[in-house]
């Protein structure tokens, strides 16, 4: 099986920034994609942003220019910089990967920003 790590979530002022990551364990081979999805109070979750193997990227246009995603393959973390924060990113993140044959969710990392 194959086990995320989140890690980096926390209380910023709007304006600020924060750097996520998520590590990857157990029995893997190669890794597909990882990504980052988002759950705020009330809503469904969504697609934050997702990185390839290769390096190619998708991003929410709510969160495009303002956060990137990279991937370190041989420490088989992504991360997530969050920059230029406000009160509607307010949620809860999620890390998820493509891990063949598992496609894994972390537990969740809360990330507050207050105005």
């Known amino acids: 099986q194959v086990q995320l790590m989140e890690s980096g979530g926390g209380l910023v002022q709007a304006g600020g920034s924060l750097r996520l990551s998520c590590a990857a364990s157990g029995t893997i081979f190669s890794i597909n994609s990882m990504g980052w999805y988002r759950q705020a109070p009330g809503k469904q979750r969504e697609l934050v942003a997702a990185?390839?193997?290769?390096?190619?990227?998708n991003y929410a246009e709510s969160v495009k220019g303002r956060f990137t995603i990279s991937i370190d393959i041989a420490k088989k973390t992504v991360y997530l910089q969050m920059n230029s924060l406000k009160p509607e990113d307010t949620a809860v993140y999620y890390c998820?990967?493509?891990?063949?044959?598992?496609?894994?969710w972390g537990q969740g990392t809360q990330v507050t920003v207050s105005s």
């Open positions: 990185i390839t193997s290769g390096g190619s990227t």
């Open positions: 998820c990967a493509v891990i063949p044959p598992y496609g894994p």
